[in-house]
T-cell receptor, first 114, second 111 residues
Framework: SQTIHQWPATLVQPVGSPLSLECTVE??????LYWYRQAAGRGLQLLFY??????ISSEVPQNLSASRPQDRQFILSSKKLLLSDSGFYLC?????????????FGPGTRLLVL | SQQGEEDPQALSIQEGENATMNCSYK?????LQWYRQNSGRGLVHLIL?????REKHSGRLRVTLDTSKKSSSLLITASRAADTASYFC???????????FGAGTTVTVRA
């Protein structure tokens, strides 16, 4: 069966510090991978998605970046965090080539920038 | 911008009652999905309904889709305290890997 992991679960970082959030998927090959951000009490905002190694599509201009160094690894990074980067970050995957199909979410990382 | 918009924003019901929430969207879709999110957790997929389907059931869940009105509804029958969560609809666009999520309906089931 497939599983998705995210870490860390919670992170408190000062403004201006770097960020690296990691997401890994097990039990599937060449998944589509997604990073979302959720503000408190709000819906999901798609940040990045990837349909293959080294292929990253950015949805929202911001000071975040994403990378996919391996087939089942997706990393969200920032060189300098802003207060507005605080939120709940969710990674998700869907089956390779799946258009509009089910996405499976990780447990999320709660980021607080102070 | 968000494609799907849920209504109402919040819903409080007594255990055993039914809960109904709606989702409206703006452009043509292939599929519409409903997800549940417990507080502080990731989203869990509940049900997917395709554009050529009108109704779908899964356990105590019933989803309808009206493509002419660009709307969907999720009905939870005989609610339980464990159904307390936020519910989101998500829509796709033709030949697009992305889903667009609404802001969600927060459901509270009182014991």
């Amino acid at each position: 069966s497939q599983t998705i992991h995210q870490w860390p679960a919670t992170l408190v970082q000062p403004v201006g510090s770097p960020l690296s959030l990691e997401c890994t998927v097990e039990g599937t090959s060449n998944p589509n991978l997604y990073w979302y951000r959720q503000a408190a009490g709000r819906g999901l905002q798609l940040l990045f998605y990837s349909v293959g190694i080294g292929q990253i599509s950015s949805e929202v201009p911001q000071n975040l970046s994403a990378s996919r160094p391996q087939d089942r690894q997706f990393i969200l990074s920032s060189k300098k965090l802003l207060l507005s980067d605080s939120g709940f970050y969710l990674c998700a995957w869907s089956s390779a080539g799946a258009v509009g199909e089910t996405q499976y979410f990780g447990p999320g990382t709660r980021l607080l920038v102070l | 911008s968000q494609q799907g918009e849920e209504d109402p924003q919040a819903l409080s019901i007594q255990e055993g009652e039914n809960a109904t929430m709606n989702c409206s969207y703006k452009t043509s879709i292939n599929n519409l999905q409903w997800y549940r999110q417990n507080s502080g957790r990731g989203l869990v997929h509940l049900i997917l309904i395709r554009s050529n389907e009108r109704e779908k059931h899964s356990g105590r869940l019933r989803v309808t889709l009206d493509t002419s009105k660009k709307s969907s509804s999720l009905l939870i029958t005989a609610s339980r305290a464990a159904d307390t969560a936020s519910y989101f609809c998500a829509t796709d666009k033709s030949n697009d890997y992305k889903l667009s999520f609404g802001a969600g309906t927060t459901v509270t089931v009182r014991a």
